[in-house]
Nanobody, 110 residues
Framework: QLVESGGGLVQAGGSLRLSCAAS????????MGWYRQAPGKRRELVAE???????DYANSVKGRFIVSRDNAKNMVYLQMNSLKPEDTAVYYC??????WGQGTQVTVSS
């Protein structure tokens, strides 16, 4: 019910945009967001956006990543700029911290 896309391999300094498609009932009533998990590390918050459009970011991505949502399309996006090797992880979309996508791999080479 949450389907992520847009991951891949990119060089340091590059950009990627992740997308997450959700069903209408899930999307319209929940905060949506992105977490990531690197090998051997805990899953951590990347960015979130409420139904009213308020956003929150991890300190490590502030100024580089932008989370947005398209209410007409039931989509949430994560625009990732100035990527660093430490951004390498599997990125997961969530809805209300209850429903999670399958994850998409982001690999940033140095």
């Amino acid at each position: 019910q949450l389907v992520e896309s847009g991951g891949g391999l990119v060089q340091a300094g590059g950009s990627l945009r992740l997308s997450c498609a959700a069903s209408g009932s899930i999307f319209s009533t929940n905060t949506m967001g992105w977490y990531r998990q690197a090998p051997g590390k805990r899953r951590e918050l990347v960015a979130e956006i409420t139904t009213s459009g308020s956003t929150d970011y991890a300190n490590s991505v502030k100024g580089r990543f932008i989370v947005s949502r398209d209410n007409a399309k039931n989509m949430v996006y994560l625009q990732m700029n100035s990527l660093k090797p430490e951004d390498t992880a599997v990125y997961y979309c969530h809805a209300g911290w209850v429903l999670w996508g399958q994850g998409t791999q982001v690999t940033v080479s140095s």
